[in-house]
């Protein structure tokens, strides 16, 4: 069975910081890597994705990907308050095998003033 | 644009009670999900489509039905309400190339 592990935290943060959250997949056909903000009872938004190998900048967001490592990793620069929410991690196959994302059990991010 | 469009946002049933949660998109997805998320806990797929007419389970599928006759619709069906579904549940749309889903507002349930 396909598996996504994050650390279900909370990881504090103090205002204006650097968050890195982390998210590890069994599966080494994954291809394609998903990041989800979720604000308490709200639902899921995406904020990054990335399919290759590397870096992929976004604002203040930036997703790294180690696919040999089977890795993937959000930062948040220069955090916010309101940056504080539940933070999912989701990897999909490849295409040909199931298209249905596995989700972790989410990180929570505490951006305190 | 209104994305994936559930009802109702919140629901008290009875034991024993059945009721419907609604769900529609119109990004024409193909793919279509439901979800149960428990507190402090992920989310946990009940039941997929690929496509009109096309079903399959997920990974909590027992105590739920759904259908999906048009591309638009996939409506979940609880049957005999039992205290353990009481859930947010979340209904998503993704399309086949891309991957990324989108989410519904959510359906808060409790039973008692």
């Known amino acids: 069975q396909k598996e996504v592990e994050q650390n279900s935290g909370p990881l504090s943060v103090p205002e204006g910081a650097i968050a890195s959250l982390n998210c590890t997949y069994s599966?080494?056909?994954?291809?394609?890597f998903f990041w989800y903000r979720q604000y308490s009872g709200k639902s899921p938004e995406l904020i990054m994705f990335i399919y290759s190998n590397g870096d992929k900048e976004d604002g203040r967001f930036t997703a790294q990907l180690n696919k040999a490592s089977q890795y993937v990793s959000l930062l948040i620069r220069d955090s916010q308050p309101s940056d504080s929410a539940t933070y999912l991690c989701?990897?999909?196959?490849?295409?040909?095998?199931?298209?249905?994302?596995?989700f972790g059990r989410g990180t929570s991010l505490i951006v305190h003033p | 644009n209104a994305g994936v469009t559930q009802t109702p946002k919140f629901r008290i049933l009875k034991i024993g009670q059945s009721m419907t949660l609604q769900c529609t998109q119109d990004?024409?997805?193909?793919?279509m999900y439901w979800y149960r998320q428990d507190p402090g806990m992920g989310l946990k797929l009940i039941y997929y489509?690929?496509?009109?007419?096309?079903?399959d389970k997920g990974e909590v599928p027992n105590g739920y039905n759904v259908s999906r006759s048009t591309t638009e619709d996939f409506p979940l069906r609880l049957e005999l309400a039992a205290p353990s579904q009481t859930s947010v549940y979340f209904c998503?749309?993704?399309?086949?190339?891309?991957?990324?889903?989108?989410f519904g507002q959510g359906t808060r349930l409790t039973v008692v």
């Open positions: 990004m024409n997805h193909n793919y």
């Open positions: 489509s690929v496509g009109a007419g096309i079903t």
């Open positions: 599966d080494r056909g994954s291809q394609s």
């Open positions: 998503a749309s993704s399309d086949r190339s891309r991957g990324e889903a989108f």
């Open positions: 989701a990897v999909k196959e490849a295409a040909g095998g199931s298209y249905i994302p596995t």
